[in-house]
């Protein structure tokens, strides 16, 4: 099994700390963005949208997308799991999961960047709207775990909500984003942080990390 990444992609990120939670080690294979190794045909064959990360199976089956990548796993290997059994709190996460992957952190990827920097866009124009998408979406993500304990997003043990939201709060460091308006997440990126699972698949942890 191979999966396709690059340290910094924040997408592939998630996937490392699924498969360390589940105890799996895939064959990892990096594509250097900032080169635009994503966009080789060699890799785009491999994934048609030319995004990181894609896992290859063993059988030649090519899966894409993160969260889908991580629902497979979690039904592959189904301890821990990655969402609660009550019903309602499952939908719960994969919405907390949702604002992260499909209404926050698309904004920020590198070809949308590079597409407004062609569109004449200044850096502080790029930084400005970097600035707006991840608040837009970590306040909602304050504002929906508001009502839960802790220490994760939602309960007692690491959810596909938590995998999604330590690398946007990765991410948000990286472009400077002021993090005391939450509070709540701040404090489960730190308490993520104390897990081996975590701490593995962080940037800075890969062996090809630039
Ligand atoms: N929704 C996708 C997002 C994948 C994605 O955007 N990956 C980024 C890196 S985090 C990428 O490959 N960007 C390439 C580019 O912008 O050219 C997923 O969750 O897998």
Not at 97 to 102: K, S, Y
């Amino acid at each position: 099994m191979i999966l396709h990444g690059y340290f910094r992609s924040s997408a592939a990120w998630r996937t490392r700390i699924a498969f360390n939670l589940k105890g799996v080690t895939p064959q990892s294979v990096t594509h250097n963005l900032r080169d635009g190794a994503q966009n080789e045909p060699a890799y785009a064959a491999i994934n048609p949208q030319k995004l990181i990360p894609s896992l290859e199976l063993d059988d030649g089956t090519v899966l894409t997308q993160s969260l889908a990548i991580i629902g497979w796993l979690d039904r592959e290997v189904p301890e821990p799991p990655l969402f609660p059994a009550a019903n309602a709190l499952r939908a719960r996460v994969e919405a907390f999961a949702l604002v992260i992957a499909c209404e926050t952190h698309p904004f920020q990827n590198p070809k949308i960047q590079k597409r407004l920097r062609a569109k004449s866009f200044s850096e502080a124009d790029v930084q400005d709207w970097l600035a707006v998408a991840m608040n837009e979406g970590l306040s909602a993500c304050e504002k929906l775990i508001q009502d839960q304990p802790g220490p994760f997003c939602f309960g007692g043990a690491p959810t596909l909500a938590d995998i999604c939201l330590v690398p946007q709060i990765g991410s948000a460091r990286r472009y400077g984003i002021d993090l005391a308006p939450y509070p709540k997440l701040v404090a489960i990126d730190a308490h993520c942080a104390t897990l081996p699972a975590f701490m593995a698949a962080r940037p800075d942890q890969q062996s090809n990390a630039i």
